[in-house]
């Protein structure tokens, strides 16, 4: 995201009236996340990732045709995982 619109994003998301509009919420929870990418490797992310789906499809007993979900969905957890810690350290 380039920086202007990430820090429109952020202005929007700290205005009063963001904690009501879904769309601040979601530019600054997109802006937290896309600073993340910085903070660990490409490779160590993609593991944590692979790490996640993979548990996410034993839990589902390895039913194919998920794969996909299971991917998206685990990014997501480690994508907000990594955001929290990013937050609770600064």
Do not use: C, K, N
């Amino acid at each position: 995201m380039p920086v202007r619109q990430r820090d429109a994003a952020r202005a929007a998301a700290t205005h009063p009236a963001a904690a009501e509009d879904p769309i601040a919420r979601a530019a600054e929870s997109a802006t937290e996340i896309a600073d993340v990418a910085t903070l660990v490797p490409p490779e160590v992310r993609e593991r944590m990732v692979r790490e996640a789906a993979y548990y996410r499809a034993e839990r589902r007993g390895f039913a194919a045709g998920h794969e996909l979900e299971d991917w998206l969905s685990a990014e997501a957890d480690i994508d907000r995982l990594l955001a929290l810690e990013t937050r609770i350290a600064s």
